[in-house]
T-cell receptor, first 113, second 113 residues
Framework: QQQVKQSPQSLIVQKGGISIINCAYE??????FPWYQQFPGKGPALLIA?????SEKKEGRFTISFNKSAKQFSLHIMDSQPGDSATYFC????????????FGAGTTVTVRA | NAGVTQTPKFRILKIGQSMTLQCTQD?????MYWYRQDPGMGLKLIYY???????DKGEVPNGYNVSRSTTEDFPLRLELAAPSQTSVYFC????????????FGPGTRLTVL
């Protein structure tokens, strides 16, 4: 079964708006939570990542919020741009287990100009 | 650096045929991975390798085999292709010292009819 549950499956946002993607996990041994961005016909690329010792990490317009007690984390895309239109995957891994990634199902984000 | 390269880009197989998906990286990465991506399912780990001569199963290894004779190459073998193996296959690699960041190839789209 999916170890990381991701929602929504897809979302449409206007240019300049905020996109929010949520993920939940059950395995408390997970200690690394990356987000990957994938454009059509390309492989995924690491976007931003967080470890459970911090509650938030920001890189430019992308922010990860992490709630350890709720076992949830989310990606916020601020001031969404048409170039952000892509599929976003959350993932989780365990450092002591060779960082093997368990991926969420993915969210397709469409930013309308 | 070409990064992670995969061949072929596309392939159609008949049921029962075999083939090898090629993956090469020129970044001197120790770790290499094979994932399959199915619509609405995210990516699932098939096999991975922590160095030449060492391989291990991932989440969905049945129907596949791998070998790692060099640091650069990590081919994935399908012996008796089945329709359930229709998918997009991604190879990835990472540094031993930074195994938390995986670099993905462009993928191979395989259809088994």
């Amino acid at each position: 079964q999916q170890q990381v549950k991701q929602s929504p499956q897809s979302l449409i946002v206007q240019k300049g708006g905020i996109s929010i993607i949520n993920c939940a996990y059950e395995n408390t041994a997970f200690d690394y939570f990356p987000w990957y961005q994938q454009f059509p016909g390309k492989g995924p690329a690491l976007l931003i990542a967080i470890r459970p010792d911090v509650s938030e990490k920001k890189e430019g317009r992308f922010t990860i919020s992490f709630n350890k007690s709720a076992k949830q984390f989310s990606l916020h895309i601020m001031d969404s741009q048409p170039g952000d239109s892509a599929t976003y995957f959350c993932a989780a891994s365990i450092g002591s287990n060779d960082y093997k990634l368990s991926f969420g199902a993915g969210t397709t984000v469409t930013v309308r100009a | 650096n070409a990064g992670v390269t995969q061949t072929p880009k596309f392939r159609i197989l008949k049921i029962g045929q075999s083939m090898t998906l090629q993956c090469t990286q020129d970044m001197n990465h120790n770790y290499m991975y094979w994932y399959r991506q199915d619509p609405g399912m995210g990516l699932k780990l098939i096999y991975y390798s922590v160095g030449a001569g060492i391989t291990d199963k991932g989440e969905v290894p049945n129907g596949y085999n791998v070998s790692r004779s060099t640091t650069e190459d990590f081919p994935l073998r399908l012996e008796l292709a089945a329709p359930s193996q229709t998918s997009v296959y991604f190879c990835a690699s990472s540094y031993r010292e930074r195994t938390d960041t995986q670099y993905f190839g462009p993928g191979t789209r395989l259809t088994v009819l």
